[in-house]
């Protein structure tokens, strides 16, 4: 490696190879990965539930719908959160480990979108049940705006302001 390819890959960040920045992205992503499916879990279980207790039978066809939408949100949203366990035992051992990390990662971001609209979803459930009023979707409007904000747009501004080009 000459001294400006040595100096070009230093003035990146790390000076690591390819499998080392494959294997170091792989366990952020792993860790990110636990705190998702966790609370995606915890919701999903409670989700299930809802449909046996006595109120279900008494709600309105509209949250019904929401109810079945939201459930089906939390059973995609559990799918593609744990796809990346699934990808990497499948795929391990055949020094595939960087296409392995961004078909984990792309799984993770399309987890992380069905968590926001299953946790949006059963928000808006919640509180329609809980307060019929006509004030909820504005509620619901502003708490999905504040995802966004922190989920995406924080990370999304901070990635543009402080990346190299």
């Known amino acids: ?5 040595d100096n070009a890959k230093r003035s990146r960040g790390r000076n690591e ?25 915890i919701l999903f279980g409670f989700l299930l539930t809802v449909v046996f207790t006595p109120t279900y039978r008494e709600l309105p066809d509209t ?9 089906v949100l939390g059973a995609a949203a559990t799918g593609a959160l744990i796809g990346p366990v699934s990808l990497h035992r499948l ?5 595939i480990k960087p296409q392995a990390v961004s078909w984990a990662s792309r799984m993770t ?15 808006l459930l919640i509180l ?22 922190c989920w995406f747009g924080i990370p999304l501004w901070t990635r543009h302001r402080h990346t190299s080009r």
């Open 128 to 149: 329609r049940v809980a307060t019929h009023d006509p004030f909820v979707p504005w509620l619901v409007a502003s708490v999905l705006l504040w995802y966004l904000v």
């Open 17 to 41: 190879t390819e499998e080392e920045r494959a294997d170091r992205m792989w366990v952020e992503l792993i860790q990110e990965v636990r705190v998702a499916q966790m609370g995606v879990q």
């Open 109 to 123: 971001i399309v987890g992380l979108i069905l968590l926001l609209a299953t946790t949006t979803a059963s928000l």
């Open 1 to 5: 490696m000459s001294a400006a390819e």
């Open 63 to 71: 949250d019904r719908t929401i109810y079945i939408v939201t459930v």
């Open 91 to 95: 795929v391990s051992g055949r020094r």
